[in-house]
Each structure stands twice: as C-alpha cells, then as structure tokens.
C-alpha cells in the first residue's frame, strides 16, 4: 500500500499546468510588444508631405487673389516671399506647436516627430523649419541675385567667379547627397530628408496603428477620370464644331420636318451674276448702315469671279465655293436653294 500514489490522478496536471502557465504568459507578454511596434510606412511619409504641399497650394489662391486687389504688380514680384510665408505660418502653428509635433499633413497619417530619445524635440522642430524653409527661401535668392548680376560670367579669378564655382559644387554636392538619403530612406524607412538624419528627427506613428482597410474606389475614379480627359483633349482637334452643329441641325430639322437647312429669302433673291458667299461674307463683315448700302449695289462689290455652276444651276466665285467645299466636306449646300454639292464645273 506504501508504493501507491499519495494524490488522486486529478491533481497531477497542476505542476505541468503552473510551468505552462509561465511560459505562456512570458509568450504574450513578448508578442504584446512585438504588436504595440508599428510597422514602418515610407508610403504614409510620403504621403504626408504631399498634403501639405496641397495644402499650401489651397492658400496660395485666397492670398494672392486678395493681394492682386491692393497691388496685382506684387505677387509676380514676391511669389517666392508669399509661398515662403505661408510656408512658415503653417509650420509653426503645426510642428512648431508644443502640442503637435506634427505638421497637418503628418498629422493626417497618424505621425508624429520623434528625435531619438532626445528631449529638446520643440527646439529641433524649430531648427528644422528654420533650415528646410528658410534655408530653401535663402539659397533660391541668393542663386537669383548672383544669376542676375552676372556671377557665372565673371572674370576666371575674380572673387565673384570662385564664390560661383564653389557654390555651384555645393549644389551638386548636396543634389548627391539627397539622392543616397533617399535611397537609404528607402531601404530602411528612416529620415527622408537630410535635415531630418542632421537633427536625427524621426517620422513616428503618433497613436498604435490598427488593421489597414485600404480601398480602391477613390482611386479608381481618379484612372477613370484621367483617361477620360486624356481622351477628350486627343478628341477634341480632331472634331470640326461648325460641321457637328450643321449635322446636328440638319438632323433635328429632318426629326421635325423641315427642310434641310433655311434658306435667307434675301440671299434666294440675288441675281444670278452675284456671289451669294461672298454677299454674306461682305454682310457680315460691315455694320448695318455698310451692309444696306452693300444690297443697294450688290454689283459692284460681290460679281462672280471666275464662276463655277453647282449640279442646282446656281453660280459662284471658284474661290469661294471651293473652300466652303473643303470646309464643309459632304455638308455643304447651296445658300440659294439649300440642295447637297458635291461637285461643281466651270461655267462656260
């Protein structure tokens, strides 16, 4: 009886079960904070620069719409100091603010600046506006002024020549530069501009990021509408308004039952040795009081010249009837009798 077991079967499975139990709360606890990690999103960083830059753009227009009432001379001349301005004001009351840490477009995307584990984030922020914008506004007038007075064109050792040559490397230096940062912003996903690994300010996400539920159906339309207007603008050259509407008309008229196209009484009229293209074209040209005294003495300003006979009978200028041939393909008509032309013959 010594050797049997002192404990029922039932209570053998709690030392088994208090030894998993650790090991499955340490498990949890690990995969927690593998989860509370947000995944780095280059695309979001990317995105949040083109926000503010639309956002930018949407002040731009009430601004200088209110400036063009004053002095419309000043914003051809300060576009530079008006994009600068609304550049700065937007940036300070966004990532300048102590509170966000984060400009509009960033805030947009759930990001926030992070600075490495330093704690004078304000004090870089600042920093960087001040270097990315106004370092921007700086160079750009000061490459315009040297550009202007003739920097490039200087004598080969003058003062004005090496301080061009040595800003000049500067600016291909520098264009180098960026092109690795991005490259390496692209690989890792980290500081996607020079000022920012400078500083060593960081794009982080603001609040835990959920599941993304990414749909299509915006940009679907943006394609669609896209290739709706390249369409329009490749179709557009190719389409003859005046000949649509006559078609149109003629169309419409023969839904209607009515003739073809109407014909002026006044124009029907005319003798036969007058041009009735050229009585209207010499109408339309000349005011009402010219115009009368034009039908007064038709004879004199709209003869035919070098007439040509449609298959109708009537008579034109050879100029005249052709080029409203050619312009008018297979709709053209007689403006005496509103019959078809297709061909026409000279008058002997």
Request: one cysteine or more; a positive charge.
């Amino acid at each position: 009886m010594s050797d049997l077991p002192q404990e029922s079967p039932q209570q053998r499975w709690k030392p088994a079960w208090a030894a998993a139990e650790a090991r499955l709360r340490e498990n949890a606890g690990q995969t927690a904070v593998r989860t509370a990690v947000p995944r780095n999103s280059r695309v979001s960083k990317l995105d949040a620069d083109l926000l503010d830059d639309e956002l930018t753009d949407m002040l731009r227009e009430p601004v200088t719409k209110a400036m063009s009432l004053l002095r419309p001379q000043l914003i051809d001349k300060h576009r530079l100091e008006i994009d600068t301005a609304i550049k700065a004001v937007l940036f300070w009351l966004s990532a300048g603010s102590a509170s966000r840490q984060a400009t509009y477009g960033q805030s947009l995307q759930n990001l926030k600046y992070d600075s490495s584990g330093h704690r004078d984030v304000l004090r870089r922020l600042r920093m960087f506006g001040a270097l990315s914008i106004g370092g921007a506004y700086g160079w750009a007038k000061l490459t315009s002024y040297m550009a202007a007075n003739g920097w490039a064109d200087a004598p080969q050792n003058s003062f004005r020549r090496m301080v061009w040559r040595m800003l000049d490397r500067l600016e291909r230096v520098t264009r180098v530069a960026t092109l690795l940062n991005f490259l390496a912003f692209v690989a890792t996903g980290q500081y996607k501009t020079l000022i920012e690994r400078v500083l060593g300010l960081r794009l982080v996400f603001a609040r835990p990021q959920g599941a993304h539920s990414v749909s299509f159906e915006f940009l679907n339309r943006q394609l669609v509408w896209h290739a709706f207007t390249e369409f329009v603008m490749f179709a557009l050259p190719l389409v003859n308004p005046a000949r649509a509407r006559r078609w149109a008309v003629r169309n419409a008229r023969a839904v209607l039952g009515l003739p073809a196209v109407t014909i002026d009484p006044a124009v029907a009229a005319l003798p036969e040795h007058i041009c009735a293209i050229c009585h209207n074209a010499e109408s339309a040209s000349l005011s009402p009081d010219s115009a009368t005294a034009v039908l007064g003495d038709p004879a004199e300003n709209c003869a035919v010249v070098n007439p040509y006979v449609a298959k109708c009978g009537h008579s034109y200028c050879y100029v005249c009837i052709k080029t409203r041939m050619m312009a008018e393909a297979d709709e053209c008509t007689c403006l005496r009798c509103g019959q078809h032309i297709d061909r026409i013959w000279q008058q002997v």
